[in-house]
């Protein structure tokens, strides 16, 4: 296709192929657990993360030709909730997606070394950003050690110590899928990209999208259920996940349990958006 | 919200309005007859309409800006079907919503008056571009009486003639909801943006789309149908819809039939877009 072959892609297109990224992860369907174009949480649904993907577009624009990771997290985090209700719906998505997409827009044939080397240059700011948006999208996370969050004294302490983004991430990687993405150079995200660029050859979008999604529940345990439950939680959706692909329990089955538990992968979503990203800017078409 | 206070409200503003209403419009279930997020048709799916709507952001963001109304619908009409594999998804759509979003941008606070102004001092130039993105989308119509759209002699015929593109909405009129639109000063898109969001605040953005859907098809036949089948099909749903209305059917029934009888009312769908614009572009929130 004319649009993969350029050599630079422009920045809007890189921008839409990321926000039909969310839009398609959002919709795949049924997505066990996770809000989907037929499932709603009481506080969020599914229109909530339509408009939120849509309403960051600009930003996304940005990323291709300025600002720090930490800056576009934070402004990104902010706009999205001007658009619809349902509070935070990106923040993990972004923490990869803004590195992504810099990278593809500046070596589209290789987005993953270019997206570690970006990782690797985050400075303090990116870092003290990042903490801002944070504490504002008011994500609940455990995983970072002595930093906690929600604090202005964090902040001090991150200029104090001269932590970077990627020290944060690296700090957090342990207990956080997403953050590990940044320390492991991406690997869940491309290792979904090809599955999913793979299935769509022989079949639908949503299936592809579907299974893909079901493969990453069951190669490891979800770190945002770990973190809202724990991790015995974590492993019994793996454990699930695992049942439904080696068919001892239906796709059905395992979306009404997680649905009614009110169980929702949350970081297996982020590593999906990465995943559809790569694929649609590398010419996967719809 | 203060997004709506601003006097002059941004290109990228505006253009995600467009996008999202497009998506929200698409989402909306059940939509009778028309694909949502529920209902695929064998040739064009759900997925297929969002990616169009995302696709055709930076002419939408152009749209603010510069560019005449033929041009812009040709360009979108290119431009939505390198995004999916649905064909032509958007066509009626794009006709409404770019004097729609040129008129928001130069008027917010009287987008209805700017956009018949901006109908009329269309061009022959933007009538032969519409031409151009008529035959391209293969929209088959039967309305523009001695203009046949897939002709390039009609070209020649405008020229000669000296017809602006709102001089052929007001020859297709009669037998087209969408160009009677142009004509009769955006009556049914502002009246469903009023409907809208009325209802979006004693209820959900859903209920409110396909409700106020609901009675465009009872108001009026839609002409989408009359042209894909004829006036005895279109008075059907309109009988119909009225039944659903006055609760002599269900929803769901209405729904049924329709999809079983591939009747897609498709110019509704298109107003439906219109009026969503309308209502996000004045504040309405997800």
Redesign the interface.
């Given at each position: 296709m004319s649009?993969s072959m350029e050599r630079i892609p422009k920045p809007?297109y890189l921008?839409?192929c990321a926000?039909?990224a969310m839009?398609?992860e959002v919709?795949g369907t049924p997505k066990p657990g996770n809000i989907d174009?037929?499932h709603d949480y009481p506080d969020t649904?599914?229109?909530?993360f339509?408009?939120a993907a849509?309403?960051v577009?600009?930003i996304l624009e940005r990323a291709c030709r300025e600002g720090g990771i930490g800056e576009l997290i934070l402004d990104s985090s902010e706009e999205s909730v001007?658009?619809?209700?349902g509070g935070n719906t990106h923040f993990g998505a972004f923490i990869l997606l803004f590195p992504l997409i810099k990278a593809a827009s500046v070596n589209p044939h290789g987005i993953q070394d270019a997206a570690i080397s970006i990782t690797r240059e985050t400075t303090i700011e990116d870092a003290v950003d990042f903490y801002r948006a944070f504490s504002k999208v008011q994500v609940k996370m455990k995983g970072s050690d002595d930093l906690d969050a929600s604090d202005e004294r964090s902040i001090d302490e991150i200029r104090r110590r001269g932590l970077t983004l990627f020290d944060i991430m690296e700090i957090s990687a342990k207990n956080d899928m997403v953050a590990r993405e940044w320390v492991n150079g991406f690997t869940r995200s491309f290792q979904s990209a090809d599955m999913i660029a793979e299935r769509r050859i022989s079949g639908?979008?949503?299936d592809a999208i579907v299974l893909t999604y079901l493969e990453l529940l069951a190669n490891e345990p979800d770190t945002f259920v770990v973190k809202k439950y724990d991790l015995e939680k974590a492993l019994y959706v793996q454990g699930l996940a695992i049942d439904v692909l080696e068919r001892r329990m239906t796709l059905n089955e395992l979306s009404r349990r997680l649905y009614s538990e009110k169980i929702n992968p949350g970081s297996s979503a982020d590593i999906m958006i990465a995943g559809i990203f790569i694929a649609l800017s590398r010419g996967m078409?719809?």
């Open positions: 649009r809007s921008a839409r926000v039909l839009a398609l919709s174009r037929d649904k599914y229109e909530d339509l408009a849509i309403g577009y600009p001007m658009w619809q209700s639908t979008l949503n078409r719809v």
